[in-house]
């Protein structure tokens, strides 16, 4: 029963800007012991509008993002399970030669809470969050979002 | 063994869970509170006298081509006609500039150069109750209809120059056909200047949602000019309407819009300007494709304005280099219009 090495799991993740575009990738999650028996929980998520509205889009500039986020688990493991957390990122897009902005390059931060459902204790998901992005990249003016996903373990994590 | 680490779980999540609640809540209120920091929660403010909003100034005045040459001779038939469309709560005084510059340049006989037809928005110009009872297909109609008129009279030189949400709208008209006439050549160009697809105030891709709590958004005018020619209270209805067609001519961005045959696109972006996001230039120019001989160019002006061509009534805030950037925009719009 014991896990020692902590849960790692990974999944993908699609998040909709409110009145925006998709930026749809992958999340690596972290959580320090069985899921159950632990509130915390760490993600790092690659996203970007390539896997999103600009695949196969053609007026759609492409962004990515890398964020880091802390989430907190209010009922670890059970099938509803309400959660909370902050996001701090990366974000770079793409201006195809153009001079567009100061920098291409932003920091961004977010603030986000929403529902997971461990279908089974060792799964991460799926999941469902609203959130805002108190600081945003040039090129993305919608702040408000959802982001759905689901998180298989990986293999060295199933015991 | 599960049964009690089950129990203690339990236990645990109970005990941690009121303040759980009270956090999610909390969050929920900094995510309200922080959506409300571009709006002022009041009513609308009207001064009558002074502000276009009221009944009593009123912007009627007609620079329509169709009405200044209702029976066109084949030599005025001959010359190119820019149909000029402004911007959400503004008039056709946003592009007083351009004929202005026309007039100055071309001083011995303006109309040789080119007519220039300037449309008022519906919906515009007129009074706040119906600035916020119109819809943005109102607000593009007098562009088609203009269009429609022209064709109708004979002209065969078109180009059509938006600002703002007017490039928005004419690009609207140019995803859905509506310049496709039967019978007649399509557009010879499309100007945008400072269109707006993906805005710099955040707080608009909200206002579907938060609308009807912050009811009215005020932009105070910086000159008495400026409030006697645009509207000072944007109602929530009329932002939701402009939400709505910025948010349609994405989409038709994103599915690619072809061009009539031959029509020359040329889009112009202020890389600082404090409204629409530059972005909004790279879209347009990777969503429109070209057809026949025409072709799509994207220039990036150096500027810290929003339509960077409009200097009347804010003449004091423009730089040497601005209006040189305005002159630029001026003779190459002319240059094209007038063509080969």
């Known amino acids: 029963m014991a896990n020692a090495g902590g849960l790692w799991q990974v999944g993908p993740r699609f998040q909709k800007e409110h009145n925006g575009y998709w930026f749809n990738g992958l999340r690596l999650s972290y959580a320090p012991g ?50 909370a957390g902050l996001s701090l990122g990366y974000y770079y897009v793409d201006t195809e030669g153009f001079q567009l902005y100061e920098s291409n390059h932003a920091l961004t931060f977010s603030l986000f809470a929403g529902l997971a459902s461990h279908l089974h204790p060792r799964f991460g998901g799926p999941y469902l969050d609203m959130g805002y992005y108190l600081l945003l ?23 | 063994m599960k049964s009690a680490l089950n129990k203690s779980v339990l236990n645990g999540s109970i005990a941690s869970g009121s303040p759980a609640w009270v956090l999610a809540l909390g969050l929920a209120a900094v995510f309200c509170l922080s959506l409300f ?89 007129i009074s706040y109750k119906a600035f916020k009872e119109s819809t943005w297909r109102e607000w593009q109609a007098p562009i088609l209809e203009e269009y429609r008129k022209l064709r109708d009279l004979g002209f065969t030189r078109i180009s059509l120059a938006g600002a703002s949400t007017g490039g928005t709208l004419i690009a609207e008209a140019l995803a859905s056909g509506k310049l496709e ?43 008495e000019e400026e409030a006697a020619h645009w509207y000072t209270n944007r109602p929530q209805e ?53 057809s026949g001989d025409g072709d799509v ?14 200097s009347a009534g804010r003449e004091e805030k423009f730089s040497s280099g601005d209006f040189d950037n305005q002159k630029d925009t001026f003779a190459d719009m002319r240059d094209k219009a007038i063509g080969p």
């Open chain 1, 34 to 83: 069985i899921i159950e028996q632990h509130n915390l929980a760490a993600t790092l998520d690659y996203a970007s509008s390539r896997w999103g509205s600009a695949w196969g889009g053609e007026g759609v500039s492409f962004q990515d993002m890398v964020e880091l986020a802390g989430t907190w688990h209010f009922r670890p493991g059970r099938w509803v399970d309400p959660r």
């Open chain 1, 137 to 159: 990249g040039p090129g993305v003016s919608f702040p408000l979002y959802f982001s759905l996903g689901w998180q298989v373990p990986l293999p060295w994590s199933v015991l």
């Open chain 2, 37 to 125: 920091s571009n709006c002022e929660l009041t009513e609308a403010d009207i001064e009558p006298t002074t502000m276009l909003d009221g009944d009593i100034i009123f912007d009627s005045s007609s620079y329509l081509v169709s009405d200044s040459f209702p029976n066109p001779s084949d030599s005025i038939l001959n010359l190119p006609v820019i149909i000029a469309a402004h911007g959400f709560s503004a008039t056709t005084f946003e592009w007083l500039d351009f004929e202005e510059f026309r007039d100055s340049v071309h001083s011995a006989n303006p109309d040789s150069a080119f007519l220039l037809s300037r449309v008022l928005l519906g919906g515009h110009g």
């Open chain 2, 181 to 223: 006439l039967e019978g007649h050549s399509p557009p010879d160009n499309i100007f945008m200047v400072d269109a707006i697809v993906i805005p710099m105030a955040r707080a608009l891709s909200l206002i579907d949602w938060v609308g009807p709590i912050v009811g009215n958004s005020i932009s105070e005018a910086d000159s």
């Open chain 2, 238 to 290: 009329a932002l939701n309407e402009l939400l709505e067609v910025i948010t349609r001519v994405r989409g038709q961005l994103e599915d690619g819009i072809t061009l009539p045959e031959g029509t020359q696109l040329t889009i112009y972006k202020s890389d600082k300007d404090p409204v629409v996001d530059p972005i909004s230039g790279l879209l347009m120019y990777k969503g429109f494709k070209s």
């Open chain 2, 297 to 310: 160019s994207l220039e990036i002006i150096r500027s810290k304005l929003h339509v960077y061509t409009r």
